[in-house]
């Protein structure tokens, strides 16, 4: 049972619940990629097949992201944030203590689905918790606070990775997610859609799950098997095959696991299109910022992870940064300043040798990237109905992953494919320079198709001067 508390005693105790929550799960993921070659030398495995305790991570965070979401709607969002966080914690201690490759990758798929139910379903809660007002404000303290992980992580991995070891970045994990558990348990209000019915379409779960699955296999292995390879073929056609059912039955359903007229709104679109081309480009800029940095440079993974903090450092404040934003311009217009700042910053990022002018621009791309995938998360709540709250930032998540690992698996397979021919450093850099192009050609198309729906009638002009009656009627509906 829960205490008695009030209103605003309940708004700070979710918040720092979601908060710490959130801050665990960009830790642990930022913190593991430089530990991969400590886990390969301690398991006695080799790089390769270490990877997979990042594949399967992956794997497991991206399918079940729109399930996440949907469960907190359908069943209620406190429940479902207790079970995700109670996965994470229990996976995080598995890690800590697996003796071998097999048994960390099992923990890391747990502590995977626990993520893909807290981070959706953490959005909706602070949603439902929050009047209208301070909604977007709160997110956004909430994004600051969890890339704050992001931050350290580079960090820590590195800190830990040469000290301690690997294994202490998931014993500092499972205190905290207990923390967070508690804390939810006590303040945490629940919420549900209240016009949907306690049923799930497990049917489409099942095929959503099968799609993402096979993609996100074929993406994060391909490079490895051989993109041609019947593996990973069969992997791609099981991908589309599924992916091509899902309509199909969601249309039909009788109570559907995705509305699909939210894809009819277009702002909604818009802003996922943006938050996942800003996603795309932080992890590619993130993983070739790491191999410049150790295999051109020769820094060691704790020297790398401090050259991480100054763009880490904006990427935490970009939470607040849009949600203050976000009080000034439309959803759309934020989505699109993201796009022209890291756009920007990931072309001048190629250019820049020096360590007087890398450092600054590996900031101020960073401050972009950082502004369009959190903000995303922010906007997409404030152009949909709050009781589809958790369903809105389940597809978001989705794509933003998926897109993500796509993403990165493309880079590497063009790296692998160009170094024979050109120098390392030539090769990132031509990749840097059309992720910033096509960043900041996606923003102008933003505007564009913005400009087009306020001449079409269809959404409000950029000014927020609104009628307030209009206003009233429907709070936090910016687009």
């Known amino acids: 049972m829960r205490a008695e508390t009030s209103p605003a005693a309940r708004r700070a105790g979710a918040f720092a619940a979601v908060a710490v929550a959130l801050f665990c799960i960009q ?5 593991l990629n430089l530990a991969i070659p400590e886990i390969a030398a301690e398991l006695g495995v080799t790089v390769s097949a270490a990877q997979w305790t990042l594949s399967a991570y992956m794997l497991a965070i991206g399918c079940f992201f729109i399930i996440g979401g949907r469960v907190g709607d359908v069943f209620g969002r406190r429940g479902s ?51 209208a007002e301070s909604r977007a404000a709160a997110l956004g303290a909430v994004f600051g606070v969890a890339n704050i992980g992001t931050a350290l992580g580079p960090f820590v991995g590195g800190g830990f990775t040469e000290g301690p070891g690997w294994r202490w970045i998931f014993w500092l994990m499972a205190p905290l997610s207990l923390l967070s558990l508690l804390t939810a348990l006590v303040y945490v209000p629940d919420s549900r859609d209240t016009s949907a019915p306690r049923r799930l379409d497990l049917a489409g779960c099942a095929l959503i799950v099968c799609s993402l699955a096979a993609l996100t296999l074929a993406v994060e292995r391909g490079d490895a098997w051989g993109w041609g390879s019947a593996r990973t073929l069969l992997c791609f056609a099981l991908a589309v095959t599924a992916g091509a059912l ?18 009819h709104n277009v702002p909604y679109v818009l802003v996922t299109g943006m938050g996942s081309l800003a996603n795309m480009g932080y992890g590619v800029t993130v993983f070739l910022a790491t191999l410049y940095l150790q295999d051109v440079r020769g820094l060691s993974p704790l020297l790398a992870g401090t050259v991480f903090l100054a763009p880490a450092l904006l990427v935490a404040v970009s939470g607040p940064l849009g949600a203050r934003l976000g009080r000034h311009m439309r959803p759309t217009a934020v989505m699109a300043l993201a796009g022209a700042i890291a756009g920007t910053g990931m072309y001048a990022l190629a250019g820049a040798g020096a360590w007087w002018l890398y450092v600054p621009v590996f900031a101020w791309c960073g401050l972009g990237l950082g502004l369009g995938w959190t903000y995303s998360g922010v906007a997409t709540q404030q152009v949909v109905a709050p009781e589809r ?15 993500g690992a796509i993403a990165l698996a493309g880079t590497a397979a063009a790296i692998s494919a160009m170094t024979p021919q050109h120098p390392p450093e030539d090769v990132y850099d031509a ?7 096509v960043i900041v050609a996606a923003a102008a ?20 001067r609104a009628d307030a009656a209009a206003a009233a009627r429907e709070p936090g509906r910016r687009p």
Request: charged share 10%; with cysteine.
């Open 27 to 31: 830790l642990d993921f930022f913190a």
């Open 81 to 131: 944030l207790l079970a995700g966080i109670a996965l994470f914690a229990a996976g995080s201690a598995g890690c800590a203590l697996a003796p071998g490759l097999g048994p960390l990758v099992a923990a890391r798929i747990v502590q995977g689905v626990g993520a893909a139910f807290v981070f959706p379903v953490s959005v909706s809660v602070i949603t439902n918790t929050f009047p």
């Open 246 to 263: 899902f309509p199909v039955r969601e249309r039909h359903a009788r109570h559907p696991l995705v509305d699909l007229r939210l894809l």
């Open 389 to 403: 709250a958790g369903e809105a930032s389940g597809v978001l998540l989705t794509f933003l992953v998926t897109l």
């Open 431 to 437: 990749i840097l320079r059309l992720g910033g192009v």
């Open 445 to 464: 198309a933003v505007m564009a198709v913005r400009h087009r729906l306020v001449v079409l009638g269809r959404i409000p002009p950029l000014s927020l």
